[in-house]
């Protein structure tokens, strides 16, 4: 049986390692840190099967499916999510609402202002952001960021694998890496290494640019996403229905004015995501993403000021929240908030990349969906095993020959 080293201990390697395992390969997952210490540990965990681009929509539903399969393991909260959008974003909705019905993936589409307003009203009585149209996905939700990873590193463990925490890999040799451990032998490397794709690229000898129209550009983009922890006494975000509320996806024209004092935050299209916190109390959301050239890695995570929420965060989330329902608005000054950053990639088409990039070093680079992707791990492991014909929309070529993943018309890259 091939043996492989697997470098990453985030949702993406752990998934592959389970997956490589399970078809009774030799694996050694190395992480230099400790599992779930890079973007894995500190997402939002939302799932949901909202992209425009349509290759990615069999393999979405493909993660649903695992997530249904262990909802408890994976601490998955089946809530539904819901995308709610302006004019400009009605025909993404409805391609994607035919996506859904092509891969065999339940949603619902509404549209027409007065439509979607009883369809929200119906839930939360004071919604009042005004949009087009909402769709409506029942078996997305969120999982438990932590929790996931845990679970795959129990599946990958379970299976047969080795996991090595606090081992880095710094070099490469025909059929080994090189570690500060010494070298481990295998016959291939899956190099999953979340945002350390540009360090990971150098050890590879390789230049982490692509040609995208002629031009080059970098692989990867980093891209600060902004989340938090908000708690108002006396509101939050249960409805009529009474059961838990979905997770929700507004959209907005704009601009987006402040609660606080009337200010233009925003003088355009704007964005925000929500859910009921952890414990089913507050709320935790996020949007505005901020870009960062070249920022630094390490420490990766809260201990790194670079990588925390900008001051302005909170004053946009809440401001967003308050455009979304009454019961929000001119509460200000009362919201409990532990805002936090975290920092990701993203390719120049906004969606991963599955392929060999060098003799014997098959890759994943992050593009910001690993836990909508979780699937990927079982299709990277066919790959492996000789073609993945899911995949080849996810190949480092197609930058160079133009077949790019079509973009949606939101504000930010998520979709
Ligand atoms: C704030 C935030 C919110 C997010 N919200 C969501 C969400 O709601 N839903 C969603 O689907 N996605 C979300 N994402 C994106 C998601 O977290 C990523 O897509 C996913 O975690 C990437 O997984 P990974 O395994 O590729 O990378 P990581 O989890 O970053 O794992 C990479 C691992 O590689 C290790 N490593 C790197 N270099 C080396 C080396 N040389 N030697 C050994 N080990 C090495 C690192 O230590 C790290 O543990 C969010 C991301 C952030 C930051």
Known sequence: MPSHVVIGGGVNGLSVAWHLAERGADVVVLDKGRIGGGASGIAGGIVRNYYRSEPITGLVRMSVEMFEEDPEAYGFRQVGYMAAVPERQVDDLAAIRDQHERAGYESELVTGADACREYLTWRWPDWEAPVEAVLHERRGGWADSMQTVRRLAERARAAGAEIREGVEVTGFDPGAVTTAAGRVECET?????????????RLLGLEPVVEVDGERRPLVTYIKAQEGEFALEGAGLSGSAGAEAPVVHLDQAGPLRSDRDGRVLVDGPWGIYFRMGRTGTGITGGGLPVYLGGPPLDPYGP???????????????????????????????????????????????????????????????????????????????????GGEPLLEPFRLGRFASGALHVASQGPYPWT
């Open 189 to 201: 490397v899956v190099a999953c290494p979340g945002p350390w794709v540009e360090p990971m690229w």
């Open 303 to 385: 201990d790194n000021p670079e990588h925390a929420a900008d001051p302005g965060f909170t004053d946009f989330f809440t401001s967003g929240l308050a455009t979304a329902l009454r019961r929000f608005r001119g509460r200000a000054g009362d919201w409990r908030v532990t805002a936090a950053g975290g920092l990701l990639t993203h390719t120049p088409d906004d969606y991963p990349v599955c392929d060999w990039v060098a003799p014997g070093v098959y890759a994943i680079v992050d593009s910001g969906h690993g836990f909508k992707t979780l699937a990927i791990g079982r299709l990277v492991a066919d790959d492996l095993d």
